[in-house]
């Protein structure tokens, strides 16, 4: 299984994709929101690029079935129903509701690498549930950090090391790309302490700054929510085995 | 003294390097042979962005005073007079030339900083001398790996990191931007096995199995080469100290 790890998302093409099970991360907090709004038993999140394309998919939607949700710089959208924090996607506001998200990294991210073979998001709260997946689908596998505007974040590089560590049981293969290395090296230094190298990210930093460290905390619990978001059809959906449609290889 | 680190170069934006002092680090090999072609006496280079800037610029000049010199895929430029290899800008070859120098990813990141108030080039050969302008200069600095189409390079991020641990003298700000966390952390896992780590690293094994094994060994020398590469007018220069023109600060 080759094992290509990006630091950054937003320049990924459509090769890099291809063929491939590609796991998408922006821990703080589209992936965490994207997580929690699936368990909590919305049908489907549908990750846009920018304004307009939310704009156009919600007219297309009867208004009594989705939800507007997402962040710029931050906060919640002018207009939108829902911000980017997990913590509103609780069941009782997202239970059969279609989420249309629109985030700054992470919904972007997941729009340029739709063509993957599979395309799943990830984060600390269903880590091991990623890998699983990725174990059983058996492809090539790209792991993309959606990072912050255009810059490595730590908080995604670490989670990218998390999954590497765990999917190669502890032992590096002798020949591993760059970027995988680079965040392994991150992971392990920052192992035994990994809440608060979490913390001390700029990323987290800059929430915790804003007003949102309870989002912080929410968002680097692991493996708290065993579930996958699975890319199927411009929605992410909770991937269920055993379903032909959705089988994997 | 704020310190931003990018691990690839292909998106730095204006703003990125305006009134910055800006180090731009392909240590394989760009920044290596610009390196070495101006230590040994090549009157400046011209570091271009792509095939046709570069045949613009020699069009403009009286053959006897130039070369061309570049790589695609690793190799010599079709019709160039040398590659990219440093062992190549000997004396004799390079000694009172300009050289338009066109490279994958290191000259066209440096073609993407040309804004900041101090451009230099950095690699191990020079490393310690790059320190000591960024102090002088006592601006803040933004260190750009110039990365491989796209990708971190590790060779690049070691450098950085060894570059950060040399100008915080061993002891890392309480904050700094994730990247350069990032980079500090390889560089601090490495550095008793430095070159090993640099012979492993995905753009390294490449050029040895293309048969560049010396130009490999050559580039991880460290501090063998003190001089300075520095951006004016288009080219890059040696960078001589109280030369009220080039004046730091």
Redesign the interface.
Known sequence: MNVEV???G??VTEEDVEGRTVVVIDVLRASSTIITALANGARAVIPVADMDQAGKIAMNLDPSTYLLGGERDGDRIDGYHLGNSPLEYTPDVVEGKTIILNTTNGTRTIWNARNAEHLIVGGFLNANRVVQFVREAGLDVTIICAGRN?????DD?LCAGLLLHRLWEGREPE?V???A??AL??YL?DRDRLADALRH???A?WLIEKGYGADVEYCLQLDALPVLPYYRENRLVLYRERQPSESVG
Chains 1, 2 share one sequence.
């Open positions: 990006f630091l950054t937003s320049h255009n810059r490595v974040a730590l590089a020949y790309s760059d970027a290395h680079i090296t991150q230094h990210s700029n990323h930093r």
